[in-house]
C-alpha cells in the first residue's frame, strides 16, 4: 500500500471519543487500523495479563458520519498492539498512536500509564509511537464525557503524527510523550521536556470500615512547586500551560559512572 499504515489505540476504551478524535486526524496522514482495549483500561501499564481473554471483536463505529471497522481486543492497551501487531494488520505499521487519553500522563507515574504503556510496546519491536494525553478534570478521567474538547489534542496528534511520517524519529528517541493543556489552542507553543522526578499522582487510602469491603486505592495530584525545574514536563504543561513533548527510550539504565559503581560495589566500604 502506497500510504502509511498507523496503528491506533488506547487504554481508555474502544468507545472513546478521544479515540475517534484520533482517528479522524491520523486518516488525513495514512490508512488508520483501530485495535483497542474492549474495556477500560487505565492504570494497566505495560502489563500482559495471563488473564485477559485476547478475544477480538470486529465493530462499526460512525464517527461524524464515517463509518469505522474497528477491532475491539479483549485485552490491556499493550496487548492490543501486540494483537494489531500479530494478528490483524497483514504488515508491519509506519507509526504506533496511543490516545488521546482523558488525563495528562506526567512525571513519574508513566510506568503505570496505559497509554505510555501501548506506546512502549510498539517501540520494544522498533516502531516509531506517539503516546499523547489531555489535561482534564478528575472527574473526567475514566469517564466518556462529551463535555471534554479533545480537537486541539487531535491536531499536536497530527502535527506530530506527520513529523515521524515524514522524517523518522533520531537515533536513541524511540517515542514521543505528548501532553496537551486543557485550554491549548493550535498556537500554543510546544516544548521539548524531560520527566519531572516527583509523583504527579499520590496514592490515597481506601476509604471502608473493615477489610472485607472491596475497594481500590484512590488517588489525588499534587506538585511541589520548589523542587521542579522549569524544563520538565509538569512544569510545561501545568504552569507554563505550553504543551509538553517528551523524547522517551525503553533504555532505563541509570545514568551513573563506572567509578561510582565501582566505590559502591568495593568490598568493606561504606558510602555516606
Known amino acids: 500500500m502506497s500510504k502509511p499504515q498507523i496503528l491506533l489505540t488506547n487504554d481508555d476504551g ?13 486518516s488525513k496522514l495514512g490508512f488508520v487500523t ?33 463509518d469505522w471497522l474497528v477491532h475491539a481486543v479483549g485485552g490491556t492497551p499493550a496487548q492490543a498492539v501486540q494483537h494489531g501487531l500479530l494478528e490483524i494488520l497483514d504488515q508491519k505499521p509506519n507509526l504506533v498512536v496511543s490516545g488521546i487519553n482523558y488525563g495528562e500522563n506526567v512525571a513519574t507515574g508513566i510506568t503505570i500509564s496505559g497509554t505510555v504503556g501501548a506506546a ?21 478521567h475514566l469517564s ?4 471534554v474538547d479533545f480537537s486541539v489534542a487531535a491536531y499536536f496528534t497530527g502535527y506530530f503524527g506527520r513529523l515521524i511520517l515524514e522524517r523518522g524519529l533520531p537515533p536513541g528517541l524511540e517515542l514521543l510523550k505528548v501532553d496537551v493543556p486543557a485550554n491549548a489552542t493550535r498556537d500554543t507553543p510546544w516544548e521539548w521536556t524531560t520527566l519531572s522526578k516527583q509523583r504527579y ?30 524544563h520538565t514536563d509538569i512544569y510545561t504543561l501545568l504552569k507554563k500551560r505550553h504543551v509538553s513533548v517528551t523524547p522517551l527510550t525503553l533504555d532505563m539504565t541509570a545514568r551513573i559512572s563506572a567509578e561510582e559503581l565501582a566505590n559502591f560495589s568495593q568490598p568493606g566500604k561504606a558510602t555516606k
Open 34 to 66: 483501530v485495535a483497542a482495549p474492549r474495556e477500560q483500561s487505565s492504570g494497566a501499564g505495560r502489563s500482559l495479563p495471563i488473564t485477559s481473554d485476547g478475544l477480538i471483536r470486529r465493530e462499526t463505529v460512525t464517527v461524524n458520519g464515517q
Open 201 to 230: 499522582y499520590i496514592p490515597t487510602r481506601p476509604e471502608r470500615l473493615s477489610w472485607d469491603i472491596p475497594a481500590l486505592v484512590g488517588y489525588e495530584m499534587a506538585v511541589d512547586w520548589e523542587k521542579e525545574p522549569e
Open 120 to 140: 512502549f510496546e510498539a517501540a520494544s519491536v522498533g516502531i516509531p509511537a506517539i503516546a499523547i494525553s489531555l489535561e482534564t478534570d478528575k472527574i473526567h
Open 14 to 26: 474502544i468507545r472513546s471519543p478521544g479515540l475517534w478524535a484520533a482517528a479522524a486526524e491520523l
Open 144 to 147: 466518556y464525557s462529551t463535555e
